[in-house]
């Protein structure tokens, strides 16, 4: 079981807005940066948003990061049948650990 | 650009020691502010992080695996070593090698393609 929660998986038309949860506490979440990853079947992941809300250079800017409290959202719109990976949110928690969501599937209809 | 590559057999059997090699190139592994760490995968399951290390040698593991893992860097070599002892089953994933930010920023801003190990007699 996660430290982060996510939801299994998540699912929208081309061309829509899709968002992504990531719950978890005052001991991650709540104090520390959050961090989206996207990872395509077979392949590594590949950093998406950083310290909440930073897109690394070449990530487009439909892809978009938010925390609040002790949850994160990942946005994504104008979706692309490229999109189409599982998701996972990110973060330190006190407890001196990396944390992982356990990943989100997104399916484009 | 920093590329990450891991090396290893691919199989280990059960009870043997897993040892696995990241070699990084087009980078130095003396980066100030980045950790060198392994992420692993089980088949059809989410990401687990095994532990990190900074290249003057403070290591960092996941509480569940500590006692199981041990992590090295060898600077000359510019490359760092994952060791799992007693391996189970439940060790079977694809390990990445990755290298990420500051301990309490851990974003993971290189990957490796990973590194599937098997164990199984």
């Known amino acids: 079981q996660s430290v982060l929660t996510q939801p299994p998986s998540v699912s929208a038309a081309p061309g829509q807005r899709v968002t992504i949860s990531c719950s978890g506490s005052?001991?991650?979440?709540?104090?520390?940066?959050v961090s989206w990853y996207q990872q395509v079947p077979g392949s590594a992941p590949k950093l998406l948003i950083y310290?909440?809300?930073k897109r690394p250079s070449g990530i487009p800017d439909r892809f978009s990061g938010s925390k609040s409290g002790t949850s994160a959202t990942l946005g994504i719109t104008g979706l692309q049948s490229g999109d189409e990976a599982e998701y996972y949110c990110?973060?330190?928690?006190?407890?001196?650990?990396?944390?992982f969501g356990g990943g989100t599937k997104l399916t484009v209809l | 650009q920093l590329q990450l590559q891991e090396s290893g057999p691919g199989l280990v059997k059960p009870s043997e020691t897993l040892s696995l090699t990241c070699t990084v190139s087009?980078?130095?592994?003396?980066?100030?502010?980045?950790?060198w760490g392994w992420i692993r995968q089980p088949p059809g399951k989410g990401l687990e992080w095994i532990g990190s290390?900074?290249?003057?040698?403070?290591?960092h593991f996941n509480s569940s695996l500590k006692s199981r893992v041990t992590l090295s860097v060898d600077t000359s070599k510019n490359q760092f070593s994952l060791k799992v002892t007693s391996v189970t089953a439940a060790d079977t994933a694809v390990y990445f090698c990755?290298?990420?930010?500051?301990?309490?920023?851990?974003?993971?801003?290189?990957w490796g393609q990973g590194i599937l190990v098997t164990v199984s007699s």
């Open positions: 990110g973060t330190w928690d006190s407890s001196l650990s990396v944390v």
């Open positions: 310290d909440n809300n």
């Open positions: 990755a290298r990420h930010y500051e301990l309490g920023r851990p974003y993971v801003d290189h």
């Open positions: 005052s001991s991650n979440i709540g104090n520390h940066y």
């Open positions: 290390l900074y290249y003057g040698g403070s290591t």
């Open positions: 087009g980078g130095s592994i003396s980066s100030s502010n980045y950790y």
